[in-house]
């Protein structure tokens, strides 16, 4: 089955996007995160801190905004097993994120700002974080390769 266009254009739209915040995730999870586990307590929530500050660019927004959006539009458009799976997925990475990263990202920043004790600081934080960061990593990852299933099996 050969797709419209804009149907082909949303499926590598969701598969690129995705790809990215997959491996973005995935990156963090298999080296920076280990990286980190050797800092001190003060520097790994300096050094955080400062991530947190800096992701938030249009070029990672949109990215982040564009997975989700158009794993959701795809399934829309056709809605098999494969691209519902995928917006399932993308949403539950973005869930994850907004409900779990996101809030652990703020109170970093603002016990930080407060200048609680770095120790307590980390200890309510890193292992949640981890924990949030893994789950979205696979979510994302299952949300690609739900995509590329799809395209996989219209194409050929």
Do not use: H
Not at 4 to 31: D, K, N, Q, R, W
Not at 58 to 63: G, K, Q, Y
């Amino acid at each position: 089955m050969n797709l419209p266009i804009i149907t082909s254009a949303v499926a590598l739209c969701a598969t690129v996007t995705g790809g990215l915040l997959s491996g973005l995730y995935f990156a963090f999870e298999v080296s920076t995160r280990k990286s980190f586990a050797r800092l001190p307590d003060d520097q790994y929530v300096e050094v955080f801190a400062g991530i947190n500050q800096a992701i938030l660019n249009p070029r990672f927004l949109t990215v982040f905004a564009l997975a989700p959006l158009s794993s959701v539009l795809l399934a829309i458009l056709v809605p098999t097993r494969w691209t519902i799976l995928a917006a399932t997925a993308s949403l539950v990475a973005l869930g994850i994120t907004v409900a779990g990263n996101v809030p652990l990202n703020n109170y970093l920043d603002n016990a930080f700002t407060s200048q609680n004790a770095v120790s307590e600081i980390r200890a309510n934080f890193e292992s949640r974080w981890n924990s949030l960061n893994a789950a979205r990593c696979v979510a994302q990852t299952v949300a690609v390769g739900a995509t590329l299933l799809f395209a996989l099996n219209t194409r050929g």
